[in-house]
């Protein structure tokens, strides 16, 4: 158990909803990335936050958004939702990395959303 | 995209050691290199990590080659507990605290009896 919670576990949606998922970080942490898991692929690297704003942004559009709490939760938002975004979507939690810092990111279970 | 080479697949007997290697041969001086396992449909699992020195902990050890360009994650005793998918990722850091994991397709370890 890492201490790092999701949810909800899974969703169904229909293409043009929006959605709203949600990550609860380990006790300390105070930055949260978020991934995207693809059946059969690795998880991709959507935006990271620290300090309540986002910190790196990999290659997903805007209508992938994100916040981030005072008490370092998390949403990640997604809005217009299409087909391809059925995936596992995954959050870690982590103290930010600074140089020479030897950091890890610890990862919740994840929410498996259908999009229909 | 992933910086990452790994095998597809390893066969493991039950017991033995398995060795899982990673070829990285464009890692940076200051990027680390992670190995997470992921069981089928759960979240990734931390193992291990080191820049340039070998590293061990109570679940694994980490060999890397002196010129860094390849490494190779131990499990000294695998159990069938063991069977799942392993990534090697590189990481650097990028400034202000940020960092990311950028996972390819791993290597499907499965433990045999």
């Known amino acids: 158990e890492t201490g790092v919670t999701q949810s909800p576990t899974h969703l169904i949606k229909t293409r043009g909803q929006q959605v709203t998922l949600r990550c609860s970080s380990q006790?300390?942490?105070?930055?949260v990335s978020w991934y995207q898991q693809a059946l059969g692929q690795g998880p991709q690297f959507i935006f990271q936050?620290?300090?309540?704003?986002?910190?790196g942004r990999g290659n997903f559009p805007p209508r992938f958004s994100g916040l981030q709490f005072p008490n370092y939760s998390s949403e990640l938002n997604v809005n217009a939702l299409e087909l391809d975004d059925s995936a596992l979507y995954l959050c870690?939690?982590?103290?930010?990395?600074?140089?020479?810092?030897?950091?890890?990111?610890?990862f919740g279970p994840g929410t498996r959303l259908l999009v229909l | 995209d992933a910086k990452t080479t790994q095998p597809p697949s390893m066969d493991c007997a039950e017991g033995r050691a398995a060795n899982l290697p990673c070829n990285h041969s464009?890692?940076?001086?200051?990027?680390?290199v992670y190995w997470y396992r992921q069981i089928h449909s759960q979240g990734p699992q931390y193992i291990i990590h080191?820049?340039?020195n070998n590293e061990t902990n109570e679940m694994a050890s980490l060999i890397i080659t002196e010129d860094r360009k390849s490494s190779t994650l131990i499990l000294p005793h695998a159990t069938l507990r063991d069977t799942a998918v392993y990534y090697c990722?590189?990481?650097?850091?990028?400034?202000?605290?940020?960092?990311?994991?950028?996972f390819g397709k791993g290597t499907k370890l499965s433990v045999i009896p």
């Open positions: 464009t890692i940076s001086g200051n990027e680390y």
């Open positions: 080191g820049l340039k």
């Open positions: 870690a939690s982590s103290l930010a990395w600074v140089q020479g810092s030897r950091e890890t990111q610890y």
């Open positions: 990722i590189v990481a650097a850091y990028s400034g202000a605290g940020s960092y990311q994991l950028t």
């Open positions: 006790s300390g942490h105070n930055t």
């Open positions: 936050y620290y300090r309540e704003e986002e910190n």
